[in-house]
């Protein structure tokens, strides 16, 4: 027989939907500890007196008032957040980008200048050049695997924030942490690290020095597309400012979405493992494949910063990218040829999705600017998930055909076909 519930039974005298809104909210009390995080849905909180209540919604004391401020299934995740990447403290938002947004906007102020890396998401970048620009905040592109010209332009001009992607969403470019977070802080800027794609298993970028790390946890943490989240993780100090601009701007995770996630992170190294494992078999056989250009995965030898990603990752990861034959009609054919993956825009799920940045994340970018980014025409990423591994080559081995027939198909061949107007990644 579970505990009662705490309100004594209400006074008979008073009315109907009295005794019901009283009734049908009172919390039980748990003496015994449950075994998951339970799912706080109640938007508020109520306090012993209006003194506590006050005190709470300051933050002069802990506690719950309003679910904007802080929820207990958020908090929980939060903390379990903190604890994974190695953090002090941490907060979790309504979507990767509401985490982005507020661990920039924590920083930043009109007048300043962000050098961010050239390999990175559409949305981020559209962030810094368009919104944060609007607000006089400038933003300079670099390719973050040249050490050196990320020097030469901090030490050129004075830079609030240096941002880049562990692993670049989708050229796969790896960013050296422990060198970018040097270089940050010799020249006064904060190292901000957007580690998505490589998930807190992979990589834990504050304990590589970065400042904060943000994630979307709608990708691998949460693990399964049923949940939009974010988190960012870093100092006290860093993370109570966040926490201001999360209250103001409102972008709170929900406890029903903290809970999914907080259930998607007690899976997240067994999934990686899979993801990994799957992802490097795949990514082998396609360097063999004649219809494939060149394969990008930090698990193989080829990829041009394997000994960077080996050092800072113990496996390869479940992002992989290759080009395929036939630029973007190829790219297009492999695609819809496909049985198995999800023709979607996300990743780092249980499904395996094939993406075709030019139509999809980077659809924002000018053909000049897909160019810069390292984006060929017929370029696919792929978010290796956890079907069966022999069902998934065969799948792709079908739409290979499909794009060698797309370039059959091509009256003319596309230029880059021949890798002639394709930057190599990362320049
Ligand atoms: C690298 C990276 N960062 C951030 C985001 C934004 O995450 P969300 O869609 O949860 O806002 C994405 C989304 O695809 C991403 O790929």
């Known amino acids: 027989m579970g505990q009662p519930a705490t309100n004594p039974p209400d006074r008979p005298s008073r009315g109907f939907s009295t005794r019901a809104i009283r009734a049908a909210t009172t919390a039980p009390v748990v003496d015994q500890r449950p075994n998951s995080v ?30 904007r401020l802080d929820n207990p299934t958020g908090a929980a995740l939060a903390q379990a957040i903190a604890t994974i990447e190695g953090a002090e403290a941490a907060r979790v938002f309504a979507s990767g980008m509401a985490a982005i947004h507020a661990a920039l906007a924590s920083v930043l102020r009109a007048g300043d200048r962000v050098l961010a890396t050239t390999a990175i998401y559409g949305s981020t970048r559209s962030l810094l050049a368009n919104q944060f620009g609007r607000l006089g905040v400038s933003t300079t592109f670099v390719d973050a695997t040249d050490l050196a010209a990320v020097e030469t332009e901090l030490a050129a001009v004075p830079t609030s924030v240096l941002y880049v992607e562990t692993i670049s969403n989708p050229t796969i470019v790896v ?41 979307s946890a709608t990708k691998f943490i949460g693990g399964h597309s049923d949940v939009l989240a974010g988190v960012v993780a870093g100092s006290r100090q860093l993370i109570d400012a966040i926490r201001l601009v999360e209250i103001d701007t409102g972008g709170t995770l929900s406890p029903l979405s903290a809970f ?53 990752f113990p496996i390869g990861g479940g992002m992989l990218a290759f080009e395929v034959v036939g630029g973007r009609a190829g790219g297009g054919a492999f695609i819809d040829a496909l049985t198995i993956p999800e023709l979607t825009a996300s990743l780092g799920s249980i499904h395996t999705i094939v993406a075709h940045p030019p139509t999809t994340t980077h659809r924002q970018l000018s053909d000049l600017e897909l160019k810069h980014a390292g984006i060929a025409a017929g370029l696919l990423r792929c978010s290796v998930g956890l079907e069966d591994l022999e069902d998934l080559r065969l799948d792709f081995a079908g739409g290979l055909a499909a794009a060698a027939a797309a370039l059959a198909a091509e009256a003319t061949p596309d230029s880059s076909v021949a890798g002639a107007d394709v930057l190599p990644v990362g320049a």
Do not use: K
């Open 260 to 312: 999914l996630v907080l259930r998607g992170l007690t899976t997240l190294a067994v999934r990686m493992e899979r993801h990994a494992a799957t992802a490097r078999v795949l990514a082998a056989w396609l360097e063999t494949e004649p219809a494939v250009l060149r394969v990008i995965y930090p698990g193989l030898p080829s990829h041009p910063q394997h000994a960077l990603a080996a050092r800072q």
């Open 38 to 67: 339970p799912l706080y849905l109640s938007a508020t909180f109520s306090a012993a007196d209006a003194e506590e209540l006050g005190a709470i919604a300051t933050g002069a004391r802990p506690g719950y008032a309003y679910a």
């Open 175 to 215: 960013a050296d942490i422990v060198a970018l977070a040097g270089i940050a802080h010799a020249h006064g800027a904060l190292l901000i690290v957007d580690n998505t794609f490589a998930s807190p298993y992979l990589c834990r970028p504050i304990e590589l020095g970065a400042d904060l790390v943000v994630e």
